[in-house]
């Protein structure tokens, strides 16, 4: 395991196999996966084994990948944030997802403002994109990456590509 930041009360770390019981128990609630992947829940634990798999890959390709967020007070593990390219794009989009016990209490802004700031710092990229379904955007404003985006002001651009909405951040010295 390597830590890779460290918030107030958060730590994201890289994954490790033995992880596959939470990320199976988190990705397990229908309410957690309903706007993220295929929309559906993960069945089996294999499925957490095949995310872990392709995180410990992907971070060793490309030196990000989603890393596990683990809550300092107990160490427990509570989602999952970070980033990646999607399919047949070149951006790089934030992502994240967090257990339904988690939501509601400043967990994600907290971790999506600090995975900006290492991708733009210490990954040097210098635009960074999240990506949320138009149907759903309405629907799921308790898990929306926008929801933080929306909050820079500076340096924010809104898109639509087919039935997504894209919304991207430019390096700035205020991230």
């Known amino acids: ?14 994954w490790r196999l033995d992880d596959a019981p939470k990320l199976f128990e988190i990705c397990g609630d229908a309410e ?3 706007y993220l992947g295929t929309g559906k829940p993960y069945e089996t634990i294999e499925q957490a084994d095949e995310f872990l798999r392709w995180a410990e890959d992907y971070q060793t390709e490309n030196g990000f990948c989603r890393w596990a967020v683990v809550l300092k007070e107990n160490q427990g ?83 639509v590509r087919g039935n997504s909405i894209n919304l991207s951040v430019r390096r700035s010295s205020g991230v």
Not at 1 to 14: A, P, Q, S, V, Y
Not at 87 to 106: N, P, Q, T, V
Not at 114 to 123: T, V
Request: with cysteine; hydrophobic share 40%; proline share 2%.
């Open 1 to 14: 395991m390597t830590k890779i930041l460290e918030t107030e009360r958060l730590i994201l770390r890289t």
């Open 77 to 159: 593990i509570i989602g999952s944030c970070g980033f990646a390219r999607p399919h047949g794009m070149e951006e790089i989009e934030l992502g994240y997802l967090l257990a339904k016990k988690s939501w509601g209490k400043g967990f994600a802004t907290e971790a999506t403002k600090a995975c900006l700031q290492y991708g733009f710092e210490r990954l040097k990229f210098n635009e960074t994109i999240a990506i949320t379904d138009c149907q759903t955007s309405v629907a799921q404003n308790r898990q929306r990456p926008d929801i933080f985006f929306l909050r820079l002001k500076e340096n924010f651009r809104r898109s």
């Open 32 to 34: 957690v996966m309903k």
